[in-house]
C-alpha cells in the first residue's frame, strides 16, 4: 500500500519504520530534516514536502504536535485535503482538541476523503516496540479499512465511536496518566524524606493494589532522576487544556483533573517542559522544599 506520513518524532518516526518494514510503500515528510533522514535509514522515501508526501497515497497517516500543526498540513494550501486523490483515508493520530478532528472530517467529506481521529497510548516505548493502545473515531467502514494498516502499530486498536470519540477518549488517558505520574512524585517525595529507599518502596507498590504501568515502567528512571524525554512536559500540558476544554464542553467538573494541570504548568514554568513527564517529581520535590537533583 502507498502510505503518506507526516510527523517523524519521536512516535512518528518508529511508527513510519514500522510500516516500512510491513512491506507499505512510505513517503514521509518532517520540518526537521534530520528527522527525514531517519526515515531515509529505515528504507522509506523523503518527500519535499508534505504533498509530495500525500501525492498519490492511499492511506495518510499525520502525527503532529497540536492542531495548529495539523490544521496547516491538513487544511492548508497545497496540503493534504488539496492533494490527496478521492477515497484517499486520512488517519491522524496526532493528540488534538476533539472539534479540530471533527472540523477536519468536516472539510474533508467535501472532498471524498475519509478521516479517522486514532490517537495512541503507550509512549515511546510502545511506538517503538508497535505496541501501541490506538482510540479511533469515525466511521466504522473507514475503521475496518484502516485496521490493518493500524494492526501494524499497536496491539489494542479499538473503535470508540464518532470523529472526535478518539481524541475524547485520549484525553480521558492523558488525566489518568497525569494523576498517577503525580502522586509516584508524592510516593517518592514521602519515601525518600523519610529515610525509606525510595526503590524499595516502590517495588512493593508496583505488586499491590497501587500497581499501575507507569510503576512498571517508569519507578526506576524515576528514583534515578532520568527525565530525557520520551513524553514532553510541554505535550502533557497541552493534553490537560484539551481535557479540561471537553470537560467544560460536556458540562462537568473534574477538580482533580484541575489540580494535575495545575502541576504540570508549574513544571513547565518551573523550566522543565522539554523533559519526560514523569519530572512532575521535581515540581513535587520543590513544593516541599526539596532540592530536584540535576537531571
Ligand atoms: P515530536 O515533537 O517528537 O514530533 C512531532 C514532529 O512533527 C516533529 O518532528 C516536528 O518537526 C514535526 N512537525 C511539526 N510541524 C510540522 C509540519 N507543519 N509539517 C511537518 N512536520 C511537522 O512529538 P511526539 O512526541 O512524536 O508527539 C506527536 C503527537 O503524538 C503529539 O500530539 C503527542 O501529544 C502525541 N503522543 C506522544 C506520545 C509520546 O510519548 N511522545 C505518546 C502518545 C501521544
Redesign the pocket.
Known sequence: MKLGF????????PMAAHLVAAGHDVSG????AA?RGKLEAAGGRAAGD?GDAVAGADVVIT????HP?VE??VLGAGGVLDVAGRGTLLID????RPETSIAVAEAARDKDIRVLDA??????A??EQAT?SIMVGGSEADFAAAKPVLEVLGKTIVHVGPHGSGQVV?AANQLVVGGIYGLVAEAIVLLEASGVDAATGLDVLAGGLAGSRILELKRKSMVDRQFG????ID??H??MGIALAAARQADVALPLTGLVAQLVAAGRAMGYGSLDHSALLKVAEQLSGRVPAEV
Not at 229 to 232: M, S
Request: aromatic share 4%; no cysteine.
Open positions: 507526516i510527523g517523524l518524532g519521536v512516535m512518528g518516526a515528510f518532517d520540518v526537521n528527522a508534505a502525527m503532529l504536535p497540536d500543526q496547516a498540513v493520530m496526532s493528540t488534538i490517537p495512541v497510548s503507550g509512549g515511546q510502545g511506538a501501541l485520549k524525554p520520551g513524553f514532553r505535550l502533557h497541552k493534553d
